[in-house]
């Protein structure tokens, strides 16, 4: 083998930096993220209505897709109030609609966004609720 | 298989009218989908095309034209950033008579007209430049109510629109605002903006959802008279009628949507 010292050094220093951080972090999990619904202003609504404004499953896939809907028809169209599947009515807001009841951004938001290494701007503009430390 | 011309062109016939017939009903199916979903609010004010007028004889000490302005950039979070005249961020402003409609000044103009500062602010083009130019359509006539809009999200900060503007009406955020926003002031349901983004006056659109009048209007005492110009029942149509009026720049075919009276 040509050059065989060099290669096998090589080859040791590429297991090494692709296995580093596998070694580094000891083959622990990073935990799942667990957001949490249970803000002061969802707790005083009856049980029967703690519903957001679609199925849970839709909001946990579609969330970004729909604010960028509630976004257009707002800002561009001038229709304020959506109309969810069960029949609700709702302004369309992030800041006066979602973040009223959920007003805990870093555990609701933050959570699953760090978790996935996901940076939405929206918090550069749009003003975030006053977190409460409970 | 063989085919003749006729029947050619029958199939052809009836293929094209059933697929267009097909296209239309899909398409009016789904419309009526989408406008089940989402409505404006019942209690919004609408209007062909909102217009505002300036009754600048009821401006007549420094407070009347500062309560107005604070009641503008304190509902919208407008920074107050004073240490560089070029960053400052304006929506309702004072601008001086040779300002604000250059080339109409003459030299024997009286020294009250002179020296009267008029309060200017987004004329709301019926033709807006600053639509023309804009290269993501960030800002754009609403086609609704007239309003020239801004949406934040999609502005990325060339500034042609400050260019294409003959009114000066847009400031750009050469740095980050929020610091410059009033803590205890602030509002929270309105958001604020960041840095690299142009801004304007919005004719207070978020209001005129809720049913409210403009915030400059409100707290004008009746200065500032703000309806729908293509309605001859509405208060500026009455006021129009009335007085005479003018407009800034007319000459440049803008048809600017805010009127002044003396």
Redo the contacts between chains.
Sequence with gaps: MYNGGKIIIGVIIFVGLVTFPFLYSGGKTTAKPDPKVDTPEILKLAENERKCVEPKAYMKGEHMKMLNEW?D???????????ATNGKQY??SL??TCMKCHSNKKKFCDECHNYTAVKP?CW????EPKEKES | MSMNRREFLKIAGISTILGLGGVSAVHGLRNRVEASQISPAPKALKAKRWAMVVDMSKFKKEEDYQRCIDACHQVHNVPNITDNPKHEIKWLWKETYEHAFPGTEDEYLSEEIKHLPFLVLCNHCDNPSCVRVCPTKATFKRKSDGIVMMDMHRCIGCRFCMAACPYGARSFNYKDPIPFINEAKKNLEFPTRTKGVVEKCTLCYERLATGLQPACVEASKGALIFGDIEDPNSGVRKVLGARYSFRRRPELGTRPSVYYII
Excluded: A, E, K, P
């Design positions: 976004r028809w707002v800002v561009r169209d001038g229709n304020t109030i959506y109309t302004t369309m800041q006066n701007y550069d503009c749009h003003i």
